[in-house]
């Protein structure tokens, strides 16, 4: 099982480098211009993509100027100079949408990082600026009985954000920009 279930991961890897290189490049941009504008970006992740959270603010190495959205229970004071980074597992998360919705109207950029597994359940997409689609839909590997299991959500978005993360600190470092 593990064998499969490593292919499969690398795949799901592979989709994303493949079909989302423009979007990441796009979204680094975006980082760039609001770290160079003083801006922060704030993270949030629903349910198991709190991990792209913990990783982009806690993790070994970092973006400048980088914090949770929520603490507290309460979101951060939002300036227009602020990036919004938000993970769910589906882009049919409605409270995902409305989190969204709510930072774009607080004048902040937001970018929203999910699956998208069909073309009509993109509430969340429609209420970001940008989307970074993790490609995860299922679970990886076929079980004896017909179910799959597996299903690395959180992986495929903590690959999203480390692509994030090498683009902006190579944009960064092309720049001269030390922020």
């Known amino acids: 099982m593990l064998k499969i279930f490593t292919t499969q991961?690398?795949?799901?890897?592979?989709?994303?480098?493949?079909?989302?290189?423009?979007?990441?490049?796009?979204?680094?941009r975006v980082f760039t211009q609001v770290l160079s504008a003083g801006g922060t970006l704030?993270?949030?992740g629903v349910d198991e993509?709190?991990?792209?959270?913990?990783?982009?603010?806690?993790?070994?190495?970092?973006?400048?100027?980088?914090?949770?959205?929520?603490k507290g229970g309460k979101m951060a004071e939002l300036i227009p100079q602020?990036?919004?980074v938000l993970a769910t597992r589906f882009s049919e998360d409605q409270k995902a949408a409305d989190l969204a919705k709510e930072a774009r109207e607080k004048g902040a950029v937001v970018i929203g990082i999910s699956a998208?597994?069909?073309?009509?359940e993109r509430l969340f997409v429609n209420e970001v600026d940008f989307h970074l689609d993790t490609k995860q839909v299922d679970a990886l590997v076929p079980g004896e009985d017909g179910n799959r299991v597996g299903f690395p959500s959180a992986m495929a978005a903590l690959y999203c954000y480390f692509?994030?993360?090498l683009t902006t600190t190579e944009i960064l470092q092309e720049?001269?920009?030390d922020l």
């Not at 690398?10 to 680094?28: A, C, R």
């Not at 400048?64 to 929520?70: E, G, R």
């Not at 998208?116 to 009509?120: D, I, L």
Request: charged share 25%.
């Open 116 to 120: 998208t597994r069909k073309e009509e």
């Open 9 to 28: 991961l690398m795949g799901t890897f592979n989709k994303i480098q493949e079909q989302e290189e423009m979007m990441i490049e796009d979204i680094s």
């Open 42 to 44: 704030y993270f949030h």
């Open 163 to 165: 692509a994030l993360f």
């Open 82 to 84: 602020d990036g919004v």
């Open 49 to 70: 993509m709190q991990a792209v959270s913990y990783e982009a603010v806690y993790g070994a190495q970092t973006l400048p100027a980088t914090d949770f959205l929520i």
């Open 175 to 177: 720049h001269e920009l």
